[in-house]
Structures are given as structure tokens and as C-alpha cells.
């Protein structure tokens, strides 16, 4: 990083570290991208408006199997590694769960040998910092990419032009056939920001793969040579609005227009590369179901439906049925929530007026499917209405959940029973009609992060008595335990290791909030997105329940407890940000009681992230998933 060692900072250190660990993947994120265009292996391709990656350092360091050789070096120059790397910024592009649930498949993905590609936006800020002033949550702009950030490669060469609005023409070419041209208005270049993503014993390295929108320029460059400095400084605004900032709301919120235009953008960018890969690879898109498979992560991306019929048809000439059966047979869909005011919808006016050939896409899709259910015999007027891709109710508008469902072959809920509910509730009459569509896929996490790096001590116990195959087959190897949990010895090895991570929890929790807490102490910990069906006031109700408790029988056998909470609210949620300030003062009324005598503590920790919940997760005695019945798709942090 061109300092000296009697000079360089610890952020130098963090840096020049970050370097040097990112250099060691190359050779093998190399091999497999050369691997994966000899092999005759499948691609996954993961698109996703979220990826909630937390830091690499140490993700990419144990799994390279290098992060003690590389504390021994950095002691060796009087670094310290354990303060070098809590300097990393977390890279936080993402909401919660859905957004951790992506991050997860793509380590998990490169682990597994599977060659894949997560395809998502590189906003400028991630998720909102957030602060907490006199009980209330304040929101301060996240800035990951202040001091750089050293894991990502610009690939300025790859990079397309995404048009929005115009019109739409119709010709006849030479063979009789109708063509569609777009004659879009405005052009915005979509640029790739690439991160490898280590596996496993570095067994594979997979590319996640981030678009920035920038001004088109020669357009722009025209604006600001005709003198026209505002002029061209606003378009240039504009473009870049596209990749400026995460939408912070984990529901729907009314659907806004910048949000579409992010939809948009990071499908059509992603597609036309993927196609470009095939091509180049396999010479024609005739195999492509073959060998592509794409998910949608959620409806986020389910713009993603027209715009490869798009392609097909307007660009690579394919006849619409068979464009069809291409593009079915390789989009699947996964759907994390049944709430119906976090389904997306867009109206069809806004569609027609930034997308107007998807539109006229979207109805052609939505005539020949309701066509196809008539010939089939379906002619009950509210089944018919209930699976169209219209929702002709509140204003006209385009149901992106059916569009997801009937553009792909598969579509899969998250969790045993949320799949029965999709089947039951939201997809009810499309499951009628298509009943082998809808499967179940439960979440999962991945072990290397969420156990050997953030639980180093469990690890360490696992490893000395069922051995280090469970580090590579934790599914079966982690059996091997339960016969030890009857041995006193390794029941004292496993209560000192969780004294150890609650320790370091208590301390954490001083440091932030000056409030001591008992390490010995039941921990009983309350963390995710506030949500009213999350029932974060649920929990509230119950720690005043035991307050009032304990202080009518102050000198009753009562285990200790601290209630741990943290998590975000939606900045323009009101009723989750007022639970939050009720927490506060909850929290202050009862640490600040005498006559509860430390016996109940309450704690609200500010800025939930993944790296903070690293640090509470292991430390956990009680993890509280108390959501509504039926309205939690999966869950994640219960992993
Ligand atoms: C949509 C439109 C406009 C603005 C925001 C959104 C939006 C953004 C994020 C809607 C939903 C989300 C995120 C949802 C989410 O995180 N769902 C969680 O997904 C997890 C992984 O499957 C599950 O474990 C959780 O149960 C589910 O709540």
C-alpha cells in the first residue's frame, strides 16, 4: 500500500492484509473460471437485490486455511490481527434475512464445486447506520466504500448500455414476420464490480458479480461540450441514482419508481451477460435451459421474465413458443413471504411509461396463459381473475409474484410449512392449475462462517472429539456427539466455552452502552428486523411481566436473566421504531432499579449487522423466534 511498516496505519495493515489474502485466491478463482468454461458442467446464476456479506477478511482467510499463518506473520511485525480486522466495514447490501440467505448460498455454492455467479446491485451505501439518541432510532448514511474496498475488481470492459421509456415500433421483416423495436429514451451503463467468493478449503472460488450505473457518455460528453454544465452534471445524477442506495424497508413499501429502475437495470445488465457467456461457450441459446439455471431471489428480479422473452424474440429472433419454453425452463423462483402488503406490484402505467415493451410483453404472456386455461376448460371468471398476471382492483397493475411463478419451472418457499402455506394461501388457485410447480426448499446456513468463525471455541471442542472430518461433513460427522453429551468432562469443556463467548458478548455490550452485565447470567436474546410480526412487544410484555415479578418477591429464586435485543426498523415504519424506543426505556427504568438488585438487565444494542451478530448469536443461551405463527417464512437466525 506504498508505507512504510513505522508508518503505515492500522488501516494500512487492514489493507496491505486484505491484498495480500485477495491475491492468494486469484490462482484458484482462475483455474475455476477456466474450469468452468472447459467442464460441461450447469451454471447457477443468483440474482438477488441483496447480498449481506458482513466482512471477508476472516470468511477468506479460514477458509484458504491461511488465518494462522497470517497472524503469526502480522505478530511477527508487532500487528495485531484480532484489532486489524474489526476495521473492515461490513459490507452491508442488504436488508436481513433474505439478503444473509444469499450471502450464505454463494460461500456454500463455492464449497459445494457448484459454478455460480450471484449477479446483484454495488450500492454506494448499504444498509443505514443506526443510531440510537434518547431511545429513539436515527439513521445515518452507511459508507463501506470510503477507504476503498480491497476484495472488489472493477472490470471496466465489461459493461452495457440498459435503455428506459420510449416507444415501441412494429415492422414486418423479409420473412413476414412482425419485429418490435424499443426505441428507448434514455441509456444507462451498468459497469461490473467482481468479488470472488472463496470456498471451503479454497475447493472453489465462485464471482459475485455488481453493477454500478453510470452515465451513458458520449451522451453525457455532448450535453457538457454544448456548455450545458448543469445539464449534464444532472443527467449524470440521474444515471447514478440507480446504484446510490439500498432500499432500507424489508416489506413493500408503495412501490416507488427508482425502485423499479433498479429492477430493471441490474436484470437486463445481468441477463445480457449471462447470454453473452452461453453464446460465447455453447454458440447458440438453444441449449441454454441446459446449461443455466437462474434463481430469483424473491420478485425483486422477476422483471427478469419479459426481459429474457425480450431478448429471445426481439433480439435473437426466436419464435414466441419456443422463446417460452426457453425461458421457463431456466428461471425458478423462490418466495420468502406470504404477507400480502409485501407482495410486489407495479402499476401498469408506470410500466408502460419506463418499460413499454415489457408491458406489452407482460400482456401477451398474461393473453396466452388465460387463453390456455380456456382450452383447458377453466372458465370460472374468478379463478381466471385471481391467476392473471393483472390485478384489475386498486388501479391496474402487474402482480410480479404470478409473473415470477408462471415465467419459471419451479417455485419454492423456504421452509416446510411456509411451502404448505404458499399452497394453501397466497398461490392457491395457480397451485390448482399447475400442482407440481410449488416445492420446498429449507434455508439454511453456512457452517464455516456462522460456527468456525464466530464460535472458534465450539469449534475447537468439536474438532478434538469427533475429529476434523466434521469440518467438511458436519451433516453426518456432527452425530458423533451425542454420545458425549452424557460425559460430565465434556460437558464442563462446553459450559466453559459458552462462559467464554458470554464474556466477550458483556464486554461488547460495555464497551457500546457502558452497562455491566453478568456473564453468568441467562442470556436471552431477541435479534432480527423489527417487524409487528416478529412480536419484538411480545417479548417487551414479558420483561416487564418478570420485572414487576421480581420486584413483588425480590428475594424469590429467580435465575438472572438479561434480555438482549437489537435490530433495525424501516425508517418510515412508525410502529417498529416506536417498539424500539419503548425497549430503551424499559431498558432504562429497569437497570436503573435498585430493588431488582442486577437480577433482570435489559439491553438494546445498537446497529445490528452481521458482525455484530457474530458476537451475539454464540453468546446466546436463549434465542428468541417468537414470530406469529404462520408468518415467519424460515427464519434464519435460529441456524
Ligand atoms: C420490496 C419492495 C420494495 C422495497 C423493499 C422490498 C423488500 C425488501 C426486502 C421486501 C422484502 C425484503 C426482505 C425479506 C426477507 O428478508 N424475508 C426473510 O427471508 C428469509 C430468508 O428466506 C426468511 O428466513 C425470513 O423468514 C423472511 O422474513
Redesign the pocket.
Known sequence: VGKDPENASDYDWFHAVALATRDSTIDRWMDCTREAYTGGQKRVYYLS??FLIGRLLVDSLSNLGLFDVAREALAGLDVDIERIRLLEPDAAL????????AACFMESMATLGVVSHGYGIRYDHGLFRQAIVDGWQHEQTETWLDFGNPWEFERSEVKYLIGFGGSVTAATNEKGEVQHFWHWAEGVRAIAYDTPIVGWRGAGVNTLRLWRARPEADFHLARFNAGDHIGAAAEEARAESISRVL???????A??EL?LRQEYFFVAASLQDLLRRHIKQRGSLDSLPEYTAIQLN???PAIAVAELMRLLVDVHSYEWQHAWRLTTATLSY?N??LLPE?L?TWPVGLMERLLPRHMQIIYLINAYHLDQLRERGVHDAELLRSVSLIEEDHGRRVRMGNLAFLGSHSTNG??GL?TQLMRKTVFTDLHSLYPQRINSKT?GITFRRWLYQANPQLTRLLVEHVGEEVLDEPETRLRELEPFAEQAAFRQRFAEQRLANKRHLANVIQERLGISVDPTALFDVHV??I?EY?RQLLNLLHTVALYQAIRSDPGGNWVPRVKIFAGKA?ASYHQAKLIIKLTNDIANTINADPTVRGLLKVVFLPNYNVSLAEDIIPAADLSEQI?TAGL??????NM
Do not use: C, F, W
Request: aromatic fraction near 2%.
Open positions: 437485490l441483496e442488504g436488508n436481513g434475512g433474505l439478503g444473509r440467505l432500499y432500507p424497508a424489508d416489506s413493500t413499501e412501490g416507488q425502485r424473491d420478485t425483486h423462490t420468502h413471504t409485501a410486489e423456504v421452509s411456509h434455508n432480527k428486523r417487524h416478529k424501516a414470530s415467519e417464512a424460515s427464519g434464519t437466525s
